[in-house]
C-alpha cells in the first residue's frame, strides 16, 4: 500500500510494515504544479492558503493513496483541515505530532502508536533504520563534496536530500543511483564561484532559483531544511533522531544548527526563504536579528519561475555583497 505523508517522520515505520511511503510533496512538485494547484482551487480551496497544501489534497485525489499520514504538530497548522478534507473524500488519515518542547516522552509516545497502528514491533524499525541510514551516511558524503569540494551544486544537492523524506519509495533504487551520481561527482573539477550561499527555510516552490544564483556566480553550500529530511546526525536511537531534527520544533532550534553550520561552511550570506500565507514568514524576525551573516528573505507563492520583482532584489542584494 502506498502511504502518503505530508512532512518528514519516522519513515522507518512504514518501510517497516512492508508499505510504500510517499512525501506528497514530492510528487506535487514534480507534477504539472500549477495545474495541481488549480484543481484543489476548483474544488473550494481558497486562493489565500499555502500552495503546497492545495497541491498535496490534489496529488492525494487524483493518486492511488488511501491513507495519508498528516503532521498535526509542527508543521503547518492548515494541516489539520487538510486532513479534514481528505477524510471527507473517503482517505484514512493518520494523525502524527512532534512536541513543540521537543519532549522525549511525548515522541516516544507518538512513534509506538504509529507501530501499533502499523503491528511492526520496534525492533524491526530499528533493522529498517539500520538499512536507511548506510544511505544516510552517503548523503553526508554528498554534502561534504558540495561544501568542502565544491563539486556539488546547490540544486544538486537540495535534490538528493530532499528525496532522502521517502527514498523515492525504493532505498534500493535511490542507493544505486546516489552511488552512480557520487562516483560522477568525484571526477569533476571544482565548481567555480564567487560567493557561498545558504539556503534557509522549506524548499522552494521556484524552479529555476538554484539556477539563477549559479549564473550569478553564488553556489547554495548549505540546504538547511533539505539536510534536516536526511537525518545527517546518524543517532542509533530513533527517539534521538528525531528529537535532533530541527524542523518540526522552534526557531531556536533551527538557530542553533544554522550558526554551527554557517561557521563550519564559510557562507558568506543566507536567503530566508518563506512560503506566501505561511506562519513561518514570522520566524524571519528573529533568524536577521540572530544569524550574523546577511540576510536575504524571499517568500514563494505559485509554482513556477522566479519573477522580475524577486530577480531584482537578488541582483541588488549581490550588488551590495560585492561593495
Known amino acids: 500500500m502506498k502511504i502518503g505523508f505530508t512532512t518528514s517522520f519516522p519513515v522507518e515505520i512504514i518501510f517497516a510494515a ?10 506535487f512538485i514534480t507534477g504539472n504544479a500549477k495545474k495541481i494547484v488549480e484543481d484543489a482551487e476548483s474544488g473550494g480551496y481558497p486562493r489565500n492558503i499555502c500552495s503546497w497544501i492545495k497541491g498535496m489534497y490534489s496529488v492525494v485525489l487524483a493518486s492511488e493513496i488511501e ?13 489539520h483541515s487538510l486532513m479534514d478534507t481528505l477524510k471527507d473524500q473517503g482517505i484514512t488519515v ?8 521537543r519532549n522525549k516522552t511525548e515522541l516516544e509516545r507518538e ?3 504509529l507501530e501499533k497502528h502499523f503491528k511492526v514491533e520496534h525492533q524491526q524499525v530499528l533493522v529498517v533504520k539500520k538499512r536507511l541510514d548506510k544511505i544516510r551516511k552517503k548523503l553526508v ?5 558540495t561544501y568542502i569540494e565544491n563539486k556539488v551544486t546547490g540544486f544538486e544537492n537540495h535534490l538528493w536530500l530532499v528525496n532522502s523524506s521517502d527514498f523515492n519509495g525504493n532505498p534500493d533504487d535511490y542507493e544505486k543511483r546516489l552511488d552512480n551520481f557520487i ?10 564561484f564567487n560567493l557561498r550561499f545558504g539556503f534557509l527555510g522549506v524548499p522552494p516552490i521556484i524552479s529555476d532559483l538554484y539556477d539563477f544564483l549559479l549564473e550569478h556566480s553564488v553556489n547554495v553550500v548549505f540546504n538547511e531544511i533539505q539536510r534536516q529530511f536526511s537525518m545527517p546526525y546518524l543517532e542509533n536511537n530513533l527517539t534521538e533522531q528525531y528529537i535532533r531534527y530541527t524542523y518540526p520544533y522552534s526557531v531556536f ?4 544548527d544554522i550558526q554551527i553550520e554557517i561557521k563550519k561552511r564559510k557562507l558568506d550570506a543566507v536567503i530566508s526563504y518563506s512560503q506566501s500565507f505561511c506562519h513561518r514568514q514570522i ?9 550574523n551573516v546577511p540576510v536575504l528573505t524571499i517568500e514563494g507563492d505559485q509554482p513556477g519561475e522566479l519573477d522580475a520583482r524577486t530577480k531584482l532584489r537578488i541582483e541588488s542584494f549581490l550588488d551590495m555583497m560585492m561593495y
Open 67 to 79: 491513507t495519508v499520514i498528516g503532521v498535526v504538530e509542527g508543521d503547518c497548522s492548515n494541516t
Open 283 to 291: 520566524d524571519n524576525i528573529l533568524i536577521k536579528k540572530y544569524v
Open 253 to 256: 532550534d533551527r538557530l542553533e
Open 183 to 192: 562516483a560522477e561527482v568525484e571526477k569533476r573539477q571544482p565548481l567555480k
Open 141 to 145: 558524503y554528498l554534502d561534504e563534496l
Open 94 to 101: 493518520i494523525p502524527f505530532s512532534f512536541s513543540y518542547y
Open 18 to 27: 512492508g508499505h510504500t511511503p510517499v512525501d506528497l510533496n514530492n510528487i
Open 111 to 113: 512513534i509506538k502508536k
